[in-house]
């Protein structure tokens, strides 16, 4: 049995016109003979709707109820799409999160998939050609319905994928696939025909929003091969994959940047053992992302500590940090709100070295200055004054020939 | 465990204020220390705006697609109102359809409840203070979303009471209770403080629209205690139970109407064996429902034959009977559009005569000409043109005294 999962998301589900187009995508791998499992999101818009009516209800409505109430938007697409394709003939039907089923824990609001049962699933496509599968919803042990977060219904098609043992899981959206970087901060940007889940990974934890992060996650646990593609043409996109030797031939696969960030020094701390762990024990209670961290060397027992974290969250961060100034001990706490990460990854720079080097002088050449520096095996990141974004982007993604797909030289 | 079982229509939970006023009721026995099991509907238009929805979507939407479609409006108004009621503290959830589960038949859009299980409901009410169970829904065998049809809320309240053995099942609404007639047709109108099952469904099926006929026929096949009442204030209303002795000696205990009649009359039928089920075969079989059935006596081996349907139905009826006109062998079909049905109602009739005769009479005597006449154990109906449907009723009820509550004499 040849299954093909297709997930479309809200705007592609928006009305019936949008539905009409989203059919002759679902027809395609239909009439070449596969099963198809097509997973839908809510009709754009209809999460808000309800969530704003769960506001409007409670001031501070109850997880679980507020799970069976989104989850509504999912089983009203699907069941108006299952109608659409039944009409044509096609023997379907809608399947809900408890029906598969889609077995999560019971956080709910951003519950975690546990288990999707195969055999039912499998049974399922026996009787049926087309499934259409409620994205982003699941159930709990004792049945109620859960939500896995926002973009939670890539990861439902991932799973499912996972669980049939598709031959691939198409993620179509409103752009042509992955590229190269931003193709509206660099119009040399040019979309990858393929890219590890390592690298994806990476893009999408710099915010690149073509793929939710669990997904790739999921994707990459269980081997999932997802493709990534518009809704628009019928032109390949990208496909998300295993590292393989062509990846690792490339030096550099993609330049991402995060502009949402914000950087913190603490003057003067104290530099005695355990002062790490005074500052940011009390930001990961809160739930802060601290990300890029340096601390210079120490001078009469004095350090400076400087980090960042999101820019939503500076108020916050100043606001815990000043309260614990006499515990910690430092003299000022400064912040800056004009920054922004810029990072190159790359599978290929786990056997190269050289690669940072290449970027900071690139850099360099154009009196770009780098404020912090982190590095990991596939990544090199760079915080830098938030006006040179662009230009570090359009510098990085031609200092690595990116236009080209560059190789090893 | 003292259980309340409490059902709202669709108008009382339609907005935030009406699911606030609902919310009193139900914190009435809660606080008395009952559990309290709430049914809801969908919010009033919800039902109506998904249904259109499938019609744009499908000249002939699928109907189990139907059934998950129409079903996500008692799951919002279900889950708003648990959010609600969490709110003050009151420990309880929302229930689905197929998490209590109501089980039922895989006839969407018109499912009956084959078993609600009853341990699982039990051990909610164990954990929990109220549970908000969504109200017209169940799941079959599969565990694919079904409907009971119209009204089908009431079925589940009734059905839920007679599971968990509750004490009473309220089911409010936007009248007081049940009436001796009709009171937008005649003032004297009293409120029933108790009726027979059986009486209550002859009222149901006679177009009396406070309670849905199967709610009724499960009430009394499982013997739960049914108290229609308002909404809108606390009075008590009508207790629908058991006959008992109190009830039997009351005579008639209503007066129904139903002007959506027509009558027909088949002129010169051929009186011979067989030729009923030629008539009336085919007419079941388009699910047309017969009622009065009038077959004069016969005179040079020739008959009339007369009865009634609904009157949506003549137009198919006659197309019908005239496609037969040679084989059943008729010589003229003539129908008359303005009749109605008037019936006295009481399970008192059971063991007193002269209540048939003491109707015509006071017919009779205002010279309201009655065109048939059918009678039950427990029920007298005329039908009579329909200009006379007002007369009529005034003319029964005071001929039976019901605006005193009228007893034996």
Known sequence: ?????????GTSVRNLECQRQVMQK?????????????VLSAMAGETN???????????????????????????????????????????????LGFQAPVKTDCAYGKARIVDIDETKLKAM????????VAGFQGCDESLRITTLGRGGSDTSAVALAAAVKADVCEIYTDVPGVFT??????????????????????????????????SVE?????NVTVHVRSTFSDEPGTIVTQEDESMESVLVSGI????????????????QPGVSAQIFSPLADQKILVDMIIQNPSKDGLTDMTFTVPRADVDQTIKILEKLKYEIGYEELTHNLNVSKVSIIGVGMRNHSGVASRAFRALADENVNILM????????????????????????????SLEEGNHTE
Chains 1, 2 share one sequence.
């Open 1 to 9: 049995m040849n299954i093909v999962v297709q997930k479309f998301g």
């Open 26 to 38: 679902v027809l395609r791998p239909y009439r070449e003979g596969n099963k198809v499992i097509v």
């Open 49 to 95: 709707r309800l969530l704003s009516l769960a506001k409007e209800w409670s001031d501070n409505p109850d997880p679980a109820e507020a799970d069976s109430l989104v989850s509504t938007g999912e089983q009203i697409s699907c069941a108006l799409f299952a109608m659409l394709l039944k009409q044509q003939g096609v023997k379907c039907r809608s399947v």
């Open 125 to 132: 496509l026996h009787e049926y050609d087309v499934l259409v």
């Open 181 to 214: 970087t931003d193709p509206n901060m660099c119009s040399d940007a040019r979309k990858l025909d393929k890219i590890a889940y390592d690298e994806m990974l990476e893009m999408a934890s710099m915010g690149a929003k073509v793929l939710q992060i669990r």
């Open 218 to 222: 999921f994707a990459k646990k269980y």
């Open 256 to 271: 991402a940047y995060d502009k949402d960030q914000a950087q913190i020094t603490l003057v003067h701390v104290k530099d």
């Open 373 to 400: 520096i982190s590095t990991s095996e596939i990544k090199v990141t760079c915080l830098i004054d938030d006006k040179y974004t662009e230009l570090a982007v359009r510098t990085l993604h031609k200092a690595f």
